[in-house]
């Protein structure tokens, strides 16, 4: 219920500009922003490094990590997510795959018209 309602908030106009985090702003944070942007078709190399950054700091590591090194939980966090979405449904693009995603858990095609309306624009 709270990534529906999370994701929601980004098909609503109303309610831009929006200020995600977190309390380490990378599993919460880090989840809603991969899922937003492979919805909005940003390629998968960039996915990694926006997720990636939030390891840059010691902060950045979780009291569940075996190690000191805070990038443990980068490459098995995200590494989770990125392989669930991308193998959501077999044969389609990690962007065909966040949709499908957002659809299986409640959000609505025309919800996901207005989260794309409202953060893409043409570039000329």
Same mark, same amino acid.
């Given at each position: 219920?709270?990534?529906?309602?999370?994701?929601?908030?980004?098909?609503?106009?109303?309610?831009?500009?929006?200020?995600?985090?977190?309390?380490?702003?990378?599993?919460?944070?880090?989840?809603?922003?991969?899922?937003?942007?492979?919805?909005? #078709? %940003?390629?998968? +190399?960039? /996915?990694?490094?926006?997720?990636?950054?939030?390891?840059?700091?010691? =902060?950045?590591?979780?009291?569940?990590?075996?190690?000191?090194?805070?990038?443990?939980?980068? #490459? %098995?966090?995200? +590494?989770? /997510?990125?392989?669930?979405?991308?193998?959501?449904?077999?044969?389609? =693009?990690?962007?065909?795959?966040?949709?499908?995603?957002?659809?299986?858990?409640?959000?609505?095609?025309?919800?996901?018209?207005?989260?794309?309306?409202?953060?893409?624009?043409?570039?000329?």
């Amino acid at each position: 219920e709270a990534l529906l309602t999370e994701i929601r908030v980004f098909a609503n106009a109303d309610n831009f500009p929006i200020y995600v985090h977190c309390s380490l702003g990378r599993d919460r944070t880090g989840t809603i922003c991969f899922l937003i942007n492979a919805l909005l #078709g %940003v390629g998968e +190399q960039d /996915l990694f490094r926006d997720y990636e950054i939030s390891s840059m700091a010691r =902060t950045g590591k979780s009291k569940d990590s075996p190690t000191s090194e805070p990038s443990y939980m980068t #490459g %098995v966090v995200f +590494q989770y /997510l990125y392989d669930y979405i991308k193998n959501f449904q077999p044969g389609k =693009t990690l962007q065909e795959n966040a949709e499908a995603f957002m659809l299986s858990i409640g959000i609505t095609e025309s919800e996901i018209s207005a989260i794309r309306k409202n953060m893409l624009e043409d570039v000329k």
